[in-house]
């Protein structure tokens, strides 16, 4: 078992900036890869950034690219999303994700994620 628990959602300005971080319990946590996903209303959850076990290994939507970035601290066993640029399409709710299964291939899909945070609101206004 692994419990998820995210925090720094808000509401931000175009332009502005958030850091989203997720605590993670119940399993080493540098064994398994972590994501970043998020939903807006009326569309399907998809994954925004993942990050390796080791923290070696990043993946990025094309969408976030060079805007978010995407990190872990192993030793606070969290998982950090910095978000920059934010625009009002970035507005959604953010779930964090555990990858236990995770190997040579990125998993970009919900249902290969293992174990998920309650998710917290990110709303950028205009």
């Known amino acids: 078992q692994v419990q998820l628990v995210e925090s720094g959602g808000g509401l931000v300005q175009t332009g502005g900036s958030l850091r989203l971080s997720c605590a993670a319990s119940?399993?080493?946590?540098?064994?398994?890869?972590m994501g970043w996903f998020r939903q807006a209303p009326g569309k399907e959850r998809e994954l925004v950034a993942a990050?390796?076990?080791?923290?070696?290994?990043?993946y990025y939507r094309n969408f976030v690219k060079g805007r978010f970035t995407i990190s872990r601290d192993n030793a606070k066993n969290t998982v950090y999303l910095q978000m920059n640029s934010l625009k009002p399409e970035d507005t959604a709710v953010y779930y964090c994700?555990?990858?236990?299964?995770?190997?040579?291939?990125?998993?970009?899909?919900?249902?290969?994620?293992?174990?998920w945070g309650q998710g917290t609101q990110v709303t950028v206004s205009s």
């Open positions: 119940g399993r080493t946590f540098s064994s398994y890869a």
């Open positions: 994700a555990a990858d236990l299964r995770s190997g040579s291939v990125w998993h970009t899909r919900p249902s290969e994620y293992d174990y």
């Open positions: 990050i390796s076990g080791s923290g070696g290994s990043t």
